[in-house]
């Protein structure tokens, strides 16, 4: 079994409009077209039995048709995390009808919500997920179509984990996007959930090796960012770093099931 903490897919009749916007923002290619259907195509040519499907809401209306589209898609196989705006005034609300609705979490990207992770407007958010036991998948270091603005770096996790030390928060890209010394300053050995996805391919692979080996075993799981990376690849590289069998295991499948509720 292996299961992706972090992919995107849009609706269909929004698909192409927006991957032509963020490939243009970015100067990056997508390896599928975006739908529910490329993203399950890719997961049956890599072997990726189950994937968490991302969502941002770049304004507060974007909720409810994020919410709507996210509970018509999810299934055995693809788990949507839908997604508020830190300038919604009814977030309280918000966090609730998502929980309501049985989804096991949310995500958020700094950059393109203009909000940066230890901001007070944010507490409610964390407040929320907490007492609801939800996951908060949040896009962590730099962003290739952003300045680098220092506002979901190591030092603002580590102080949104003190002050909620029961949120199950996942920091994407091995913790901080182009900004792994400060991941291995202020994160490597803490137990702080990092899932792998443009770190793989980014990064030295003795690097990424050191860091996950040097990480709670329990800790890391497999992301890719699909569709901005070839699954099946992600995977490859993965295995190319000789982590060892349990460890591997662990990555691929076991973490991510534990955090999912999946296993025990």
Not at 11 to 33: F, G, M, Q, V, W
Not at 134 to 148: M, N, S
Not at 200 to 216: F, T
Request: aromatic share 10%.
């Amino acid at each position: 079994m292996i299961i992706d903490f972090h992919t995107h897919a849009f609706p269909d009749h929004i698909a192409p409009n927006a991957i032509a916007a963020l490939e243009a923002e970015c100067s990056a290619r997508t390896k599928h077209e975006g739908t529910v259907s490329s993203l399950l195509r890719s997961m049956d040519a890599a072997g990726i039995d189950i994937a968490i499907v991302c969502s941002i809401a770049t304004k507060p209306s974007q909720f409810t048709p994020i919410l709507e589209w996210s509970k018509t898609v999810a299934s055995d196989r693809i788990v949507p995390l839908p997604s508020v705006h830190p300038a919604d005034p009814a977030i309280a609300e918000k966090m609730k009808i998502i929980s309501d609705e049985g989804f096991a979490g949310i995500k958020m990207h700094p950059y393109y919500q203009e909000f940066s992770l230890d901001e007070e407007r944010v507490f409610p958010v964390y407040k929320a997920c907490s007492e609801y036991g939800l996951l908060l998948v949040a896009h962590t270091g730099f962003d290739i179509a952003f300045p680098r603005d220092r506002i979901a770096d190591p030092e603002k996790i580590m102080a949104v984990r003190a002050r909620f030390p029961g949120l199950k928060f996942v920091a994407t890209h091995l913790g901080g996007w182009y900004d792994w010394e400060e991941v291995e300053r202020r994160m490597v050995g803490k137990p702080v959930y990092m899932e792998t996805s443009f770190s793989l391919e980014d990064l030295p692979p003795e690097k990424v090796k050191a860091m996950i080996e040097g990480h709670p075993r329990e800790y890391i799981l497999f992301g890719t960012d699909s569709p901005w990376t070839d699954q099946r690849e992600a995977i490859r590289l993965l295995r190319s770093l000789g982590l060892g069998e349990e460890r591997e295991e662990a990555i691929l499948y076991g973490n991510a099931a534990r955090l999912l509720g999946m296993v025990r």
